[in-house]
């Protein structure tokens, strides 16, 4: 990839590194930041505009879990052939087992606690919570605290990201990992059971007479497993700011998702970018959902809040953060990002909810 590198120029030595002053480093890649890349350096930042008119808008929605069309159901927010998102509440237990025959699933658990009762033995949950469930597993919720999520349905499987140099032990550890062990239902005295099984979108439901999560054992290398958000160890460099493809939780066909969490920042003293660089998704559509913390990069995000940015067009840092980068010495974010490599479409339900002045938070006032 280096043999055909070029610069001209004002630039810098170190990309993200002692950026000339009055300058801003704009980083143009290709595959998510695992292609080809240039930093390019602007007398303006690239989110200074004074005007969009057309669709392709950064996006906003602000936290919806205390709406009322979330009560006790998912809604579907953005969507294409791989993947599609949902926000959700449960405040009591589902009526009836589930089962997806269309898709894996990967539940994050934003507030709540609870258990998920599966084929393959129960997964209990709580905050921060990644429960990973493949396809085609019957299983039943049931919940001892109010919960919130944030659920991601693929098209392929779920999958962990390569370590590569870094080896087996980084990002999490092996033994991080929840992997139920073997059990039955806990209801047994019902007179009927409902399964709803999800195929091709529309509901199918089969009763039966006995609790359908009767396995008693298993074996093999499929199963539901879970991971917490605090047990992710992110890449750090003092003197680097690691790109978000670093930071990789699962990786699907066509998408992946990253979780963005507490970290020292980078030294001042090295003239590292503290602040994410600008970047315009040329490849992919990005989501971030904001879990937790004080989203620096940010302003006026909340805690269950969701941000979009299509393919295309610029984003990066709000101004506020450009004054204050300097000031501080970490991060104590937390927040789950999809890039998706085919672009997302939102939904009805996205337009209804949507701060629709939310790409104008970029220019100065």
């Given at each position: 990839?280096?043999e055909?590198?070029?610069?001209s120029?004002?630039?810098t030595?170190q990309?993200?590194?002692k950026?000339?002053e009055?300058?801003?480093?704009?980083?143009?890649?290709?595959k998510?930041?695992?292609?080809?890349?240039?930093?390019i350096?602007h007398?303006?930042?690239?989110?200074?505009?004074?005007d969009?008119?057309g669709?392709l808008?950064p996006?906003?929605l602000?936290?919806?879990?205390?709406?009322?069309?979330?009560?006790?159901k998912?809604?579907?927010m953005?969507?294409?052939?791989?993947?599609?998102?949902?926000?959700?509440?449960?405040?009591?237990?589902?009526e009836?087992?589930?089962?997806n025959?269309?898709?894996d699933?990967?539940f994050?658990i934003?507030e709540?606690?609870?258990?998920?009762?599966?084929?393959?033995g129960?997964?209990p949950?709580?905050?921060?919570?990644?429960?990973?469930?493949p396809?085609?597993t019957?299983?039943k919720?049931?919940?001892?605290?109010?919960?919130?999520?944030?659920?991601?349905?693929?098209?392929s499987?779920?999958?962990e990201?390569?370590?590569?140099i870094?080896?087996p032990?980084?990002?999490?550890?092996?033994?991080?990992?929840?992997?139920?062990e073997?059990?039955v239902?806990?209801?047994?005295?019902?007179?009927?059971?409902?399964?709803?099984?999800?195929?091709?979108g529309k509901?199918?439901?089969?009763?039966?007479p006995?609790n359908?999560?009767?396995a008693v054992?298993w074996k093999?290398?499929?199963y539901?497993?879970?991971?917490?958000?605090y047990d992710y160890c992110p890449?750090n460099?003092?003197?680097?700011?690691i790109?978000?493809?670093?930071?990789?939780m699962f990786v699907?066909?066509?998408?992946?998702i990253?979780?963005?969490?507490a970290r020292?920042?980078?030294y001042?003293?090295?003239?590292?970018l503290k602040?994410?660089?600008f970047?315009?998704?040329?490849d992919?559509?990005?989501i971030?959902?904001?879990?937790?913390?004080n989203?620096?990069?940010?302003?006026?995000?909340?805690a269950?809040?969701?941000?979009f940015?299509?393919?295309?067009i610029h984003?990066?840092p709000?101004?506020?953060a450009?004054l204050?980068?300097n000031?501080?010495e970490?991060?104590?974010?937390?927040?789950?990002m999809i890039?998706?490599r085919?672009p997302?479409?939102?939904?009805t339900?996205?337009g209804?909810?949507?701060?629709?002045d939310?790409?104008?938070?970029?220019?100065?006032?």
């Amino acid at each position: 990839m280096t043999e055909n590198f070029h610069a001209s120029g004002i630039y810098t030595k170190q990309a993200h590194v002692k950026i000339p002053e009055g300058m801003f480093e704009e980083e143009h890649g290709r595959k998510g930041f695992f292609g080809r890349v240039s930093q390019i350096y602007h007398q303006y930042k690239p989110t200074d505009w004074s005007d969009i008119e057309g669709n392709l808008k950064p996006r906003n929605l602000p936290p919806l879990f205390e709406e009322k069309g979330l009560q006790n159901k998912f809604i579907k927010m953005l969507y294409n052939s791989d993947v599609e998102v949902y926000l959700g509440t449960l405040t009591k237990n589902p009526e009836s087992f589930y089962r997806n025959s269309d898709y894996d699933e990967m539940f994050f658990i934003h507030e709540g606690e609870g258990r998920m009762e599966t084929t393959y033995g129960h997964v209990p949950f709580k905050k921060g919570d990644y429960i990973i469930m493949p396809r085609g597993t019957t299983y039943k919720t049931y919940i001892t605290k109010p919960c919130k999520i944030l659920k991601v349905e693929s098209n392929s499987e779920f999958e962990e990201p390569s370590r590569g140099i870094l080896g087996p032990n980084a990002l999490y550890d092996q033994t991080a990992k929840f992997i139920p062990e073997a059990a039955v239902g806990s209801e047994n005295d019902l007179k009927d059971y409902p399964v709803d099984i999800k195929h091709h979108g529309k509901v199918t439901r089969v009763t039966y007479p006995f609790n359908p999560l009767d396995a008693v054992g298993w074996k093999g290398s499929l199963y539901p497993w879970r991971i917490s958000i605090y047990d992710y160890c992110p890449i750090n460099s003092h003197r680097y700011h690691i790109p978000p493809s670093g930071h990789t939780m699962f990786v699907a066909h066509n998408f992946v998702i990253c979780s963005f969490v507490a970290r020292p920042l980078e030294y001042t003293s090295e003239g590292v970018l503290k602040v994410p660089f600008f970047h315009s998704n040329i490849d992919y559509d990005e989501i971030l959902f904001y879990h937790q913390g004080n989203f620096f990069s940010r302003d006026n995000i909340d805690a269950g809040a969701i941000t979009f940015h299509p393919q295309g067009i610029h984003h990066g840092p709000h101004p506020k953060a450009f004054l204050k980068a300097n000031e501080n010495e970490f991060t104590d974010e937390f927040a789950v990002m999809i890039d998706s490599r085919n672009p997302l479409f939102m939904t009805t339900d996205f337009g209804k909810y949507e701060n629709k002045d939310y790409w104008k938070s970029w220019m100065q006032k």
